[in-house]
Structures are given as C-alpha cells and as structure tokens.
Nanobody, 129 residues
Framework: EVQLVESGGGLVQAGGSLRLSCAASGVTFDDYQIQWFRQAPGKEREGVACISVNDDDTYYADSVKGRFTIASDKAKNTVDLYLNDLKPEDTAVYYC??????????????????????WGQGTQVTVSL
C-alpha cells in the first residue's frame, strides 16, 4: 500500500526559507509523479509543484516559480520542496500527492481537474510578517 508522509512545516518570517519532505513507501517502480499542493483557510486547494521521479521533469505554479524548488532523492524515496523568499500568502497546509504515469502539468494547472490517487496528511506552513 502506498503511503506518503510529509514533514518540515513550521513558522517562519517573511523572506525566510523552509524545506518540506514527502517520504513515499509502498512504491515498487519509479514511473510516478509527486505533487505538492497547498490549501489556505477559506481558499481552494492549489497545485504548487510536481516532479516526475523517473526523469526529474518538473512543473511549477506561476505563484511560486523562481521561489520554490522541487527535487527527488530516488535512493530515499523522498521528494523535497524548498520554499524560499516566503510570503505571508504562502501560509497554508501543504500536502504531497502521488500518482502513476501522469503528466505533471495536469496536476498543477487547475483547468485539467486532475487529482493524484494518494495523499499525505499535510504539514502546516505559517509565514509571519
């Protein structure tokens, strides 16, 4: 059974950085994508970044492009999301997702209305002024 566990959230001042990790277990082959989503109170869930683990192809939402970086560690079955130059509007619960043989853009661009099959429990990121 596929399981995802996020870690690394916390409280940081604006302009600061955090690293979130998504540890995947129960995955037996490497043709899958890991996505990061976030949901702020009263707002819809937003796709933030995605990586195809087999070729490290990445895709980012415009709102985080240039500030966030997604990277995989195949040996550890983890995907990290590096959050830099954080802003108060980045405050949200961040979730990682996993799906097999998809296309990263389809998870991040809401017009595709595609969701992963597996979800983590979420980790809170709070950015203060």
């Amino acid at each position: 059974e596929v399981q995802l566990v996020e870690s690394g959230g916390g409280l940081v001042q604006a302009g600061g950085s955090l690293r979130l990790s998504c540890a995947a277990s129960g995955v037996t082959f490497d043709d899958y994508q890991i996505q990061w989503f976030r949901q702020a109170p009263g707002k819809e869930r937003e796709g933030v970044a995605c990586i195809s683990v087999n070729d490290d192809d990445t895709y980012y939402a415009d709102s985080v492009k240039g500030r966030f970086t997604i990277a995989s560690d195949k040996a550890k079955n983890t995907v990290d999301l590096y959050l830099n130059d954080l802003k108060p509007e980045d405050t949200a619960v961040y979730y990682c997702g996993l799906d097999f043989a998809g296309v990263c853009e389809s998870y991040i661009d809401s017009s595709y209305d595609v969701e992963p099959d597996y979800w983590g429990q979420g980790t809170q990121v709070t950015v203060s002024l």
